[in-house]
T-cell receptor, first 114, second 110 residues
Framework: DAGITQSPRHKVTETGTPVTLRCHQT?????MYWYRQDPGHGLRLIHY???????DKGEVSDGYSVSRSKTEDFLLTLESATSSQTSVYFC?????????????FGPGTRLLVL | DAKTTQPNSMESNEEEPVHLPCNHS???????IHWYRQLPSQGPEYVIH???SNVNNRMASLAIAEDRKSSTLILHRATLRDAAVYYC???????????FGSGTQLTVLP
């Protein structure tokens, strides 16, 4: 158990509203990640963070922003939710270095944008 | 990015060994072979990883071909709880993300 929690676990929202998802870790890991998982696409990286206030874009970052003001929390914000952002969102932390790095995932947040 | 090829699905009987294959003919010399699995309605779970030598841990064994162009994840005694999608992923030193393919859906029959 890597001590990762995500909140909320489920959310239904309307198109155009802002949404913030929270990822919380208890073990002081430096790297944190946000992925989305959709049928037919597998998991795709949205953004990641390599320290407090240090973030970078992933493969599918358009329409998303992130913030990390504390080591333990990594927030994902949809500024104006669209139906195409309906997905399951997973947060992850990593241990190890380079190609030996392994990632540990949270339980996921199911988001439905109507 | 080097790609992997896995069968879409496999079946196994409970309490029997399972061998999940993965082909990665374009693997580079520094790529590690990682395996993750995803149980229904859960996040992916790290299983095992290796570079050249076979590896064992409490969850599984990883057998890597001598030319590294293929590998096999071995579950020594499948249980119903092992039913999941298994992903074989190549990880390079500079990678910042895991590239998940479609994986192998393992069904364990009682």
């Amino acid at each position: 158990d890597a001590g990762i929690t995500q909140s909320p676990r489920h959310k239904v929202t309307e198109t155009g509203t802002p949404v913030t998802l929270r990822c919380h870790q208890t073990e002081n890991h430096r790297y944190m990640y946000w992925y989305r998982q959709d049928p037919g696409h597998g998991l795709r990286l949205i953004h990641y963070s390599y320290g407090v206030k240090d973030t970078d874009k992933g493969e599918v970052s358009d329409g998303y922003s992130v913030s990390r003001s504390k080591t333990e929390d990594f927030l994902l914000t949809l500024e104006s939710a669209t139906s195409s952002q309906t997905s399951v969102y997973f947060c992850a932390i990593s241990e190890g270095r380079g190609a030996r790095e392994t990632q540990y995932f949270g339980p996921g947040t199911r988001l439905l944008v109507l | 990015d080097a790609k992997t090829t896995q069968p879409n699905s496999m079946e196994s009987n409970e309490e029997e060994p399972v061998h999940l294959p993965c082909n990665h003919s374009t693997i580079s010399g520094t790529d590690y072979i990682h395996w993750y699995r995803q149980l229904p309605s859960q996040g992916p779970e790290y299983v095992i990883h290796g570079l050249t030598s076979n590896v064992n841990n409490r969850m599984a064994s990883l057998a890597i071909a001598e030319d590294r162009k293929s590998s096999t994840l071995i579950l020594h005694r499948a249980t119903l709880r092992d039913a999941a999608v298994y992903y074989c992923i190549l990880v390079s030193g500079s990678a910042r993300q895991l590239t998940f393919g479609s994986g192998t859906q393992l069904t364990v029959l009682p």
